[in-house]
């Protein structure tokens, strides 16, 4: 790589970067072309985190999980930089989530990448969309995009045709206390790349008047809520948004969620007490809300309690409202 296009980088600098993970409530419309497209709510979470670090190497090196995954959104951003090589650094994956899991591991993945590897060679972090075109991400939705850049919860409004990515349209913080259990069924995996556009492409589009419904509910329960920090209206009005959302889908899962065994833990969810729940994306990750630690913790257990620990995974994780942590050492 030639010196005239980047800083010389010193031997033993390091940039390391944090990333939350997204928690998706559902895509707002699909399916109506001369619309917009996709569009949708979702929150950020601390819990899986995305951490990795760029260090000094005499070529590109990925080491750790998704390795492969890493070095192609390397080979991405450099392209899209106008560089004329690789950049000469080893990205080391230290944490992630599983992939396909509905937490939108692989944007968080590639805007880390991107934005380490700008840290990395002294270039300022671009504007979110910018930063997720770098390394083609954006395609659908751009909750991760915009929640990688400030955390919080995010209302996208969907793409028209020819825009590039879906505008941010709003961000609120969500109280500190609140929590999201994470309910990830073993052995299951989401739809993504290929599969997931073929799903799309048998998918019936969502009608008019379920999207309109759909944005009724975030504008006037949703966001209310969280603006008034009313955990109860705001567990009743996720609930109500990710099942209607869902059934846009029950073409290919059956129903509101991803086949009955996701169907059933929802319902022994709701029947534990717990009001706001729902699937993230395709899933398989389901999430819970309650209203502060000692309450989740309360409801971990009980729910160990009624099904196996081989069958589920559960997280405990709070709302993140700062996004992305990138630092240079």
């Avoid at 951003?77 to 992630?96: N, Q, V």
């Avoid at 086949?259 to 999430?287: E, H, K, M, N």
Wanted: proline letters at 9%; a neutral charge; charged letters at 20%.
């Amino acid at each position: 790589m030639t010196t005239s296009l980047l800083p010389k980088i010193e031997p033993d600098r390091r940039v390391e970067v944090v990333a939350p993970c997204r928690v998706h409530f559902g895509l707002l419309s699909f399916g109506r072309p001369s619309g917009r497209q996709f569009g949708g709510v979702g929150v950020m979470v601390d819990h899986p985190a995305v951490r990795l670090r760029v260090s000094a190497a005499d070529q590109l090196e990925a080491a750790g999980p998704l390795a492969d995954r890493a070095r192609r959104f390397a080979c991405l951003w450099a392209e899209s930089a106008g560089l004329p090589s690789e950049p000469a650094c080893r990205i080391e994956i230290l944490a992630t989530a599983a992939p396909h899991s509905g937490l939108g591991v692989g944007t968080q993945l590639a805007l880390s990448v991107a934005a380490g590897l700008n840290a990395w060679c002294g270039k300022p972090q671009p504007a979110p969309a910018e930063l997720a075109l770098s390394v083609g991400r954006g395609q659908r939705s751009a909750i991760g995009t915009y929640g990688f850049a400030a955390g919080g919860l995010i209302v996208e409004r969907g793409k028209l045709p020819g825009e590039p990515i879906s505008p941010l349209e709003c961000r609120l913080e969500l109280p500190a206390a609140w929590r999201f259990v994470l309910v990830q069924p073993a052995a299951a995996a989401g739809l993504s790349g290929s599969a997931e556009q073929t799903a799309f492409d048998r998918l019936p589009p969502v009608p008019e008047e379920v999207t309109r419904e759909l944005r009724a509910e975030i504008d006037r329960e949703m966001l209310p809520s969280v603006r008034q920090t009313d955990f109860a209206r705001f567990s009743a009005s996720v609930y109500r948004y990710g099942r209607l959302a869902g059934l846009c889908f029950a073409a290919i899962q059956g129903g509101p969620y991803n086949g009955p065994q996701l169907s059933s833990i929802v319902d022994r969810i709701r029947a534990l007490g717990v009001a706001g729940v729902g699937q993230s994306s395709w899933g398989p990750t389901l999430f819970a809300l309650l209203p502060g630690e000692p309450q989740a913790r309360e409801f971990v257990a009980r729910l160990t309690a009624e099904l196996a620990p081989e069958e589920i995974r559960l997280t405990i994780a709070r709302p993140d409202n700062r996004g992305a942590e990138i630092v240079g050492l």
